[in-house]
């Protein structure tokens, strides 16, 4: 699931026992001078890509950089340079993760490169990238790319059956929530505590339909990056009309695995999670209310020795004041049941949160200002933990239950 460390075992979105998150010397020339090469060899003009997904805050380059490369087509090229500035209180103590009261990092050096035509199409993402969230610790993108997905955290290929069906296998972004994985695809620069409950990328094969109203979809991938293809998601849409969508969306594994990594989570990597999600869009505001549900079952085989779950609900809003201007909003409540082993010595609690039973809740803000293809935007967010583990929450002893962050980010999306 997703880019800093977290100090309790459970995981923010796939930082195994914790969390996931200068620009590697050796990538940037390597991917941007590869660039500049494809774009001196021509740049045609095309429609806005469809992906990589953006959020409505932000909007893509709608002239991206294309060649023609004959038979497959015209193959596109875009991509997204940006930085990001954190301050923080009551710092996380989490060694060898860049983590501090103030610092300043590379949030994104990626570059997509894609096919849109013909019955078979590609995609590629590749740079660096970090993935700041609520609730963890910051990891710089040095670290996140090594510890997560690698320089290339998502591609794949896709062969286009007809109109309404189609079907890709590589590293696809997950089915599960709301909001993606990137800093630039969403309305809020960080993620928030249900994202950390959630895969971010997994790799595997997905069947795509979309007719009329409804979209869906159904993937048998590896979960949270685990590498065994153990886990079955699906997600079906219903657009009621165009202000007003509903989507159902469900996922979990079918047998135990007991890896554990920064991006393999053994708590989440052995769950079910469901969510359900409504959006609604009225001129320049957008509205998202959804509901999350995780469940953990006992499982010795993965060392798994208490079931738990959590429940948790969120609140997403934007709103455009021009076309320059607009601001997105989050708040959300999570909380955790179960997983308890205090009458048992032998037993390791199954931590899904800030200790078992514990329960916390955020307010996010962001507003945002996009002028052709550069951008800047700050944030502010808080976190408040409840009923927590001692040592569990922020704070060099692990003992406050709140934090502050502000933020700024400041790019190009070309």
């Known amino acids: 699931m997703k880019q800093c460390v977290m100090r309790h075992s459970g995981s923010v979105n796939g930082f195994a026992e914790g969390q996931k998150s200068s620009v590697h010397a050796r990538l940037f020339p390597r991917i941007y ?21 953006l959020s409505s805050t932000l909007q ?27 301050w923080q209180n009551h710092v996380v103590d989490a060694p060898d993760t860049g983590n501090s009261t103030s610092l300043s990092d590379v949030s994104n050096a990626q570059v997509e490169v894609q096919s849109v035509e013909g019955p078979l199409q590609f995609y590629l993402q590749a740079g660096s990238y970090s993935l700041p969230s609520l609730g963890t610790a910051y990891l710089k993108s040095d670290k996140t790319v090594d510890r997560l997905y690698g320089d290339v955290p998502v591609g794949y290929l896709k062969a286009v059956i007809s109109p309404e069906v189609s079907v890709m296998a ?61 886990w079955v998601t699906g997600s079906f849409s219903y657009a009621f009309d165009a202000a007003n969508t509903l989507s159902v969306i469900g996922g979990g594994n079918f047998s135990s695995n ?7 989570p053994t708590a989440q990597n052995n769950s079910q999670i469901y969510n359900l999600i409504f959006t609604h869009t009225d001129g320049a ?7 999350q549900y ?42 955790s049941k179960g997983g308890d082993c205090s009458t048992d010595a032998d037993c390791s609690p199954t931590n ?46 692990g003992t406050q239950h709140d934090q502050v962050r502000v933020l700024a980010e400041t790019g190009v999306l070309f």
């Open 294 to 335: 995780t469940r953990v079952d006992e499982d010795s085989h993965a060392g798994i020795d208490r079931g738990a779950e959590t429940y948790g609900a969120a609140f997403l809003a934007k709103y455009s004041f021009s076309t320059h201007w607009s601001i997105g909003a989050r708040a959300e409540y999570l909380d």
């Open 33 to 53: 001078g590869g660039v500049a090469l494809v774009l001196v060899a021509s740049s045609a003009s095309a429609e806005p890509l469809s992906a990589p997904s």
């Open 170 to 230: 590589g590293s696809l972004p997950t089915l599960i929530g709301a909001e993606s994985t990137f800093t630039f695809q969403n309305i809020n620069i960080q993620r928030g505590l249900l994202w950390n409950q959630e895969p971010a990328i997994s790799r595997g094969a997905q069947a795509n339909y979309s007719s009329g109203k409804i979209n869906a979809a159904l993937s048998v991938n590896d979960g949270f990056y685990s590498g065994k293809y153990n």
């Open 352 to 397: 899904l949160l800030y200790g078992t039973d514990s329960n916390a809740w955020s307010l996010t803000a962001t507003p945002t200002y996009q002028d052709g293809r550069f951008f800047v935007r700050g944030e502010l967010a808080y976190v408040r933990a409840e009923d927590a583990a001692s040592g569990s929450t922020f704070g060099d002893d």
């Open 60 to 86: 893509p380059n709608d002239n991206p950089f294309a060649i023609d490369a004959g038979p497959l087509g015209k193959i596109y090229v875009s991509g997204q340079l940006s930085g990001i500035a954190l």
């Open 285 to 291: 505001l957008t509205l998202t209310p959804y509901l």
């Open 258 to 264: 007991s890896k554990s990594s920064v991006a393999t």
